[in-house]
């Protein structure tokens, strides 16, 4: 989890930057953890967290109750969690989970059928590049060993052109794109121009 908690920062950055957090409803998509989760709460974003993993959403209870923090969160898909609340979000994340999931683009339909007109969907993914293959696979899983062996499949890292169609077909506007450098060494983050590996997106649902 420690590269998690390296990029957190970064992503409330990009988030806080375009979103006003306090009191706005918030559903993190795939929170694991609930590392994010817990940094939108402290915003006092009123916040939903769901994740498939049962194990990862009991952590991510036992933690909220440790930071003091009210958190609702719900182990199941995202598919089961559209049918059974019909609320509507200001704002919906979901990071590092698109590359992972069978069909990301029905994920981004139920997102976009989850969040209010004007709202947003920020979410982080891997762009598929010679260039991602070896660092986020060869160097990352093999070499460096900052994510565990077999976390990614080369062949469902998605193109920002993919992801920009897919998102125009579910009444989504692509507003910004930025790439994400992550130094495993220094631990250091930051936001570039180039998305040729990991990149954070900003979309409006229109």
Known sequence: M?????INGIRM??????????????????????????SLAAEEAK??????????????KDHAVLSGLNINYHAKSIENF????VSKFDLITSMELLEH???PDLMIKT???LLKTNGLFIGSTITRSIKSFFLGIVFAENIAKIVPKGTHTYEKFIRPSELEA?????????????????????RKTKLVDHIDVNYIFLAKKI
Not at 2 to 6: F, G, I, P, R
Not at 47 to 60: E, M, P, Y
């Open 101 to 103: 999931v069978d069909n």
């Open 13 to 38: 950055e990009f988030i806080k930057k375009y979103h006003k957090l306090k009191l706005s409803k918030v559903l993190d998509v795939g929170c694991g953890g609930g590392i994010l989760s817990e």
């Open 111 to 113: 997102i976009s059928a």
């Open 2 to 6: 420690k590269t998690l908690h390296d």
């Open 82 to 85: 559209s049918t059974e609340d």
């Open 166 to 186: 897919s998102l125009s077909r579910h009444n989504f506007k692509l507003l910004s794109l930025k790439g994400i450098a992550y130094n495993p060494f220094s």
């Open 47 to 60: 916040v939903i967290g769901i994740d498939l993993s049962n194990q990862l959403i009991k952590v991510a």
